[in-house]
Nanobody
Framework: QVQLVESGGGLVQVGGSLSISCAAS????????MGWYRQAPGKQRELVAA???????NYADSVKGRFAISRDNAKNTVYLQMNSLKPEDTAVYYC????????????????WGQGTQVTVSS
């Protein structure tokens, strides 16, 4: 069992930056896939970024060049640095983790956090 707790969400102006974190209740060394997803009101949850235990990353086209995912296994934490934020980035952001590397490709993660709200105001 793993609990994932997101933090760092909030209100930011268009063009601003925000960094959100996901702290796991135990070691993430065995989590071969970790990801950030988001869900805006009235929309389906979508992939934002994912990272493997070896550091391979994958990004949604809409955030490439603006967002960066990273992980610190020593701190059991995954980060999402968001720059040049746009109103369409407004959503609840969820962290996900899975020991199965296939989740990196499939999006079928075993554990999910409760989410943190990110609001980009114009």
């Amino acid at each position: 069992q793993v609990q994932l707790v997101e933090s760092g969400g909030g209100l930011v102006q268009v063009g601003g930056s925000l960094s959100i974190s996901c702290a796991a209740s135990r070691t993430i060394i065995s989590m071969n896939a970790m990801g950030w997803y988001r869900q805006a009101p009235g929309k389906q949850r979508e992939l934002v970024a994912a990272i493997t235990n070896r550091g391979s990353t994958n990004y949604a086209d809409s955030v490439k060049g603006r967002f960066a995912i990273s992980r610190d296994n020593a701190k059991n934490t995954v980060y999402l640095q968001m720059n040049s934020l746009k109103p369409e980035d407004t959503a609840v952001y969820y962290c996900a983790a899975d020991p199965d590397r296939s989740a990196y490709y499939s999006g079928r993660y075993h554990w999910w956090g409760q989410g943190t709200q990110v609001t980009v105001s114009s």
